[in-house]
């Protein structure tokens, strides 16, 4: 694939760094930044042919194959736009829009030109979470109950996050984009979240938007999503997720204490440890091959993969729209206090009633309700009769 990269910052950076890592065939070959400077910077550093200071002449390139959006939050609807304009398959950073209202136009505009649309939820390709993925759909861990997942660091390193009317929001669009977008994972994206529970307060930073925040995500069929998003944390940046199911467990740590632990006097020159570390001396945590951790490379296999297969990719524009729905409701119960329903007008899962609570029999009048082996060897099980709701128990005596 000939890639246009749109925009020069931060995350342009850290994709150019994975699509040119080692061997790999897809290259960036244009780069649009309002300001040519950074624009030839940028592709001097890359070594791309090309460079424009129009994001309309960068996207309509003839050698251009596929459009990259790396700009901030308030520009990607118009990108996306003018990359339907152009009839280019384009790829677009999360969060996918500010609102589940931008997002369903972006969704709409690029369903209708018969383009590629896919969402660069990097989180949800990591080697360890696709790992996870497997397990899960194999039902290791049985039916997922509930779902978390924390991402936390000292805050955004641009003015625009700063700024709610660019950005979206504060931590909840910036970070919660991704927890929420990885429990929905775990739980299943054919179940329909319906109601979000959610707290958030601006603790720390002289902002208008929040800097910390804790939500619930409910589902049709009982489970619970959680998210864990601020940008007050201290100490880097904390990307954690756990999975509860009937018969399994997960713990899963990305970032911070990966099982790679370094400390240094500070005698070298200072350097890069890993993203949003504060410090580089003392004991540090570093990540081997970080854009590796962070999912970058999966992700553009199956992007590109997906477009030369003619399928959806792993996370499409549809779902970008549904954590954005789902964000939606996270602010306003927020303000209000109270479980606020996610107003998805485009469901495209199962039907919600196809998703009910179903219990364990023991055998044809009972539930069982649970079993366990006790100090003494004896065994024990706790049974609910399934029409009088009478709740015994059974031990077996040990030999
Ligand atoms: N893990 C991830 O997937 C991840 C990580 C970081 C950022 N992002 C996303 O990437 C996007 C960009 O974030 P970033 O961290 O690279 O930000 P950044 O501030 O580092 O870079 C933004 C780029 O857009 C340019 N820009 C800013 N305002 C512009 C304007 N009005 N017109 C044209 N260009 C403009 C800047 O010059 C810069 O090149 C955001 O949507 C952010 O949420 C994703």
């Known amino acids: 694939m000939k890639i246009a990269m749109l925009g020069s910052g931060f995350i342009a950076r850290f994709y150019a760094e994975s699509l040119h890592a080692q061997r790999r065939r897809d290259h960036v070959v244009m780069v649009y930044s309002r300001n040519e400077e950074n624009a030839k910077r940028f592709a001097s550093d890359?070594?791309?042919?090309?460079?424009?200071?129009?994001?309309?002449?960068?996207?309509?390139?003839?050698?251009?194959?596929v459009v990259l959006i790396s700009l901030p939050n308030h520009l990607h609807e118009a990108a996306v736009h003018a990359c339907v304009k152009a009839k280019k398959h384009v790829i677009c950073t999360k969060p996918l829009g500010r609102t589940a209202a931008e997002a369903k136009r972006m969704l709409d505009a690029v369903e209708q030109a018969g383009i590629f649309?896919?969402?660069?939820?990097?989180?949800?390709?990591?080697?360890?979470?696709?790992?996870?993925?497997?397990?899960?759909?194999?039902?290791?861990?049985g039916r997922v109950l509930w779902a978390k997942s924390r991402e936390?660091?000292?805050?955004?390193?641009s003015d625009w996050f700063w700024d709610k009317e660019k950005s979206g929001g504060g931590a909840i669009i910036d970070l919660g984009c991704h927890c929420v977008e990885i429990s929905r994972n775990f739980i299943g994206k054919n179940i329909k979240p319906i109601e979000v529970m959610c707290w958030?307060?601006?603790?720390?930073?002289?902002?208008?938007?929040?800097?910390?925040?804790?939500?619930?995500?409910?589902?049709?069929?009982?489970?619970?999503?959680?998210?864990?998003?601020?940008?007050?944390?201290?100490?880097?940046?904390?990307?954690?997720?756990?999975?509860?199911?009937?018969?399994?467990?997960?713990?899963?740590?990305?970032?911070?204490?990966?099982?790679?632990?370094?400390?240094?006097?500070?005698?070298?020159?200072?350097?890069?440890?890993?993203?949003?570390?504060?410090?580089?001396?003392?004991?540090?945590?570093?990540?081997?091959?970080?854009?590796?951790?962070?999912?970058?490379?999966?992700?553009?296999?199956?992007?590109?993969?997906?477009?030369?297969?003619?399928?959806?990719?792993?996370?499409?524009?549809?779902?970008?729209?549904?954590?954005?729905?789902?964000?939606?409701?996270?602010?306003?119960?927020?303000?209000t206090k109270t479980w606020e329903p996610i107003v998805l007008e485009d469901w495209r899962g199962d039907d919600p009633e196809d998703n009910q609570k179903h219990w364990e029999s023991y055998d044809?009048?009972?539930?069982?309700?649970?079993?366990?082996?006790?100090?003494?060897?004896?065994?024990?099980?706790?049974?609910?009769?399934?029409?009088?709701?009478?709740?015994?128990?059974?031990?077996t005596r040990a030999e």
């Open 152 to 157: 936390t660091h000292p805050g955004p390193h």
């Open 200 to 335: 958030a307060d601006t603790q720390v930073h002289p902002i208008d938007a929040e800097d910390h925040a804790i939500g619930l995500v409910k589902y049709t069929n009982g489970a619970i999503g959680q998210f864990e998003v601020s940008w007050t944390f201290r100490g880097g940046m904390d990307l954690r997720d756990e999975v509860m199911g009937t018969e399994g467990t997960i713990w899963v740590n990305s970032f911070l204490r990966t099982g790679f632990e370094m400390f240094t006097t500070g005698k070298g020159d200072d350097g890069y440890v890993a993203e949003k570390a504060e410090s580089n001396t003392g004991w540090l945590f570093p990540v081997g091959d970080e854009a590796h951790e962070l999912g970058y490379p999966h992700m553009f296999t199956d992007m590109f993969n997906a477009i030369e297969e003619n399928r959806d990719p792993l996370e499409t524009f549809y779902d970008g729209y549904v954590v954005n729905a789902i964000l939606d409701a996270a602010f306003k119960s927020a303000e």
């Open 46 to 65: 890359y070594g791309l042919p090309h460079y424009s200071t129009s994001m309309e002449d960068a996207i309509a390139h003839p050698d251009v194959d």
């Open 364 to 395: 044809v009048d009972h539930y069982l309700i649970k079993k366990e082996i006790l100090p003494n060897g004896d065994i024990t099980l706790i049974l609910k009769h399934k029409t009088s709701g009478k709740v015994s128990q059974k031990v």
């Open 117 to 141: 649309g896919g969402y660069l939820e990097d989180l949800c390709y990591t080697p360890k979470f696709l790992k996870s993925m497997e397990s899960v759909k194999r039902g290791d861990i």
